[in-house]
């Protein structure tokens, strides 16, 4: 089966400006989770989706970030604006439903913000 | 919430040697219990999983041991080889929402 997609690969950008990622989760997944993953750390949990609705956005710094998922399938994550401690890797995972699913996770965006 | 802490951050062995990384987690209500190998650049990829109900499982060189009681966890890696060498991240669930590990560095050295 195909995977899950993430788009752009990498992205560089200036502080102060915006930026979205894309995120095409393996299909029937009605899970979609994203993650930052700061260099040397774990992934940290932003925001999780079930099919469109969200599940858990406590760790989603919403003055600048935001997410969608908005027909259920793909999402996107934005910043808006971009501070220079947003340079991170963002994958997206997802799993078939709910409760210790196996999450798959994407080949991520490295984000550098300058 | 979930802590999860894990042990050592940076491990070198040879290779043939086994590997052992140890993680504690703090909610005793977790009961999934995945490691995720995450080489250069790549995403984290599945590579082992225990849930609550079993002490340990196997899979070729790799085994994974949990402590209900220590609340702990272990990724066994024997007869290491250079294709080892990566980022291996623990992670804790009760539900659906992984408390990752800060990851342990492999180094196996031919």
């Known amino acids: 089966e195909a995977g899950v997609a993430q788009s752009p690969r990498y992205k560089i950008i200036e502080k102060r400006q915006s930026v979205a990622f894309w995120c095409n989760p393996i299909s029937g997944h009605a899970t979609l989770y994203w993650y930052q993953q700061i260099l040397g750390q774990g992934p940290k949990l932003l925001i999780q989706?079930?099919?469109?609705?969200?599940?858990?956005d406590s760790q989603l710094p919403k003055d600048r970030f935001s997410a969608e998922r908005l027909k259920g399938v793909d999402s996107t994550l934005k910043i808006q604006p971009a501070k220079l401690e947003d340079s991170a890797v963002y994958l997206c995972a997802s799993i078939v439903g709910r409760g210790g699913d196996t999450q798959y996770f994407g080949p991520g965006t490295r984000l550098t913000v300058l | 919430g979930e802590n999860v802490e894990q042990h050592p951050s940076t491990l070198s062995v040879q290779e043939g040697d086994s590997a052992v990384i140890k993680c504690t987690y703090s909610?005793?209500?977790?009961?999934?219990f995945p490691w995720y190998k995450q080489e250069l650049g790549k995403r984290p990829q599945l590579i082992i999983d225990?849930?609550?109900?079993?002490g340990e499982k196997k899979d070729q060189r790799i085994a994974v041991t949990l402590n209900k009681t220590a609340k702990h966890f272990s990724l066994h890696i024997t007869e290491t080889q250079p294709e080892d060498s990566a980022v291996y991240f623990c992670?804790?669930?009760?539900?659906?929402?992984?408390?990752f590990g800060t990851g342990t560095r492999l180094q196996v050295f031919p």
């Open positions: 225990i849930r609550s109900n079993v």
């Open positions: 992670a804790a669930s009760k539900t659906d929402k992984l408390i």
């Open positions: 909610d005793s209500a977790s009961n999934y």
């Open positions: 989706f079930q099919n469109n609705g969200v599940v858990d």
